[in-house]
């Protein structure tokens, strides 16, 4: 199925409340944590053999990923608000 009629209402109520691009990178984001959350869940059964109570290597690297991919959105959704928020110059 199709992200735009699995997550239909998400995203009419993200675009709704946020505009467009910044409501699908909301969207985007609650996806991001969600995956986070289930590799989260696998680096507590699979454990690293060299480093004892942490997740193995891949479970980390992976979740190290997903951190920065979301981390980079929110300053682009920052940018998007700030863009928005700022007066036009009135030179378009």
């Known amino acids: 199925m199709s992200v ?15 505009g ?5 990178l909301a969207v985007t984001l609650d996806m991001l944590t969600d995956a ?3 590799v989260g ?14 997740p193995a290597m891949d479970i980390q690297l992976v979740m190290k990923l997903l951190g920065d991919s979301k981390e980079l959105m929110i300053t682009v959704m920052e940018q998007l ?12």
């Open 41 to 54: 869940q696998h680096g507590v059964y699979c454990q690293s053999a060299r480093q004892a109570g942490k």
């Open 4 to 18: 735009y009629r699995e997550r239909a209402e998400e995203l009419e109520r993200f675009e709704f409340q946020m």
């Open 81 to 92: 608000k700030a863009a928005r928020r700022a007066p036009s110059d009135g030179n378009s």
């Open 36 to 38: 986070m959350a289930l």
């Open 20 to 24: 467009f691009e910044r409501g699908r």
